[in-house]
């Protein structure tokens, strides 16, 4: 069974920052893109990735993203990184890491990101 270790969430103020992680067996590193989804208070975990970033670094945004976040990965840690600027209560949400596999979809837990005053 893959794991993927994710951290960084917490509660900030309105306008403050967060960076989350997520960090990946090398196997599975190496071979898939890697994104970030969310799921807002009391909604289903929305189809669209807030961001992801494949094995070239390409990157890819979603509308919530809203040139706020940066997306990148680290091959040396096996980690994708994820920094978020500009925080507002309606960002506050899980934050999952995702890894799509021919044979699975490989979720991490969410971590909670709390925006608020």
């Known amino acids: 069974q893959v794991t993927l270790v994710e951290s960084g969430g917490g509660l900030v103020q309105p306008g403050e920052s967060l960076t989350l992680s997520c960090e990946a067996p090398t196997d599975i590193f190496t071979k898939y893109t890697i994104g970030w989804y969310r799921q807002l208070p009391g909604k289903q975990r929305e189809r669209e990735p807030v961001?992801?970033?494949?094995?070239?670094?390409?990157?890819a945004y979603g509308d919530s993203a809203n040139g706020r976040f940066t997306i990148s990965r680290d091959p040396a840690k096996n980690t994708v990184w994820m920094h978020m600027n500009s925080l507002q209560p309606e960002d506050t949400a899980a934050y999952y890491c995702h890894i799509s596999r021919p044979t699975e979809a490989i979720w991490g837990r969410g971590p909670q990101v709390t925006v608020s005053a």
């Open positions: 961001a992801r970033v494949n094995l070239l670094g390409q990157v």
